[in-house]
């Protein structure tokens, strides 16, 4: 699931909006889906969710656009302005093979190496990479994401696999 700030416009202005918005994901998503991994950018934010038996797609596609119109109320009121945050229509891509799944992950993880935000990805603080790479709590259920994209349990494994992905060329298979 992907979305980006109309006309390329930041979505998170301050530190404090980063949070704001990853509590209101895990509101969003508690009752329906499982988030397995996610990345906040300045300008666009990309989830990697597995769905549950209990999953409707019209509730959740509602728990969603409540997500964005709060928030998007939110920063308005923050910055004094009015008109669409985000883009109209979010974006979800149905991830149909294990190995498309797992360029997913990595490419989730790598988008703020790929903007140059940063040089390492644990240096950004706003994606789900240091909840799998130092097992750190989250929002993430990351037990069933090392199982569904098949991640390795060992820290050295999982780093270098996850940088090592870098130089595949995941931008031509992914969005």
């Known amino acids: ?14 530190e404090r909006n980063y949070h704001f918005f990853i509590q209101k994901v895990a509101k969003a998503f ?19 969710i597995s ?18 119109s709060s ?24 991830l149909t093979t294990n190995e498309y799944a797992r360029a997913c992950f990595h490419y989730i993880h790598q988008n703020p ?3 140059r935000l940063v040089n390492r990805m644990e240096d950004w603080p706003y994606h789900s990479f240091n909840n799998y790479w130092k097992n750190l709590p989250g929002i993430c259920n990351t037990k069933l994401g090392r199982a569904l994209v098949d991640l390795p349990d060992d820290e050295d494994q ?17 969005f």
């Not at 998007?72 to 004094?80: P, S």
């Not at 999982?158 to 992914?174: K, M, N, P, Q, R």
């Open 1 to 14: 699931i992907y979305n980006r700030g109309n006309n390329q416009q930041p979505i998170f202005l301050q």
């Open 30 to 48: 508690s009752d329906q889906v499982d988030l397995l991994a996610f990345c906040l950018m300045p300008n666009h934010f990309h989830f990697l």
């Open 51 to 68: 769905t549950r038996d209990s999953f409707d797609q019209a509730k959740f596609a509602g728990n969603l656009r409540v997500l964005l």
């Open 71 to 94: 928030y998007t109320r939110a920063i308005q009121k923050q910055e004094g302005f009015t008109g669409s945050l985000f883009q109209q229509n979010t974006k979800a891509k149905e």
């Open 113 to 115: 190496i790929r903007a």
């Open 158 to 174: 999982f780093y270098t696999d996850t940088v090592s992905s870098l130089d595949a060329g995941l931008e031509t298979v992914i």
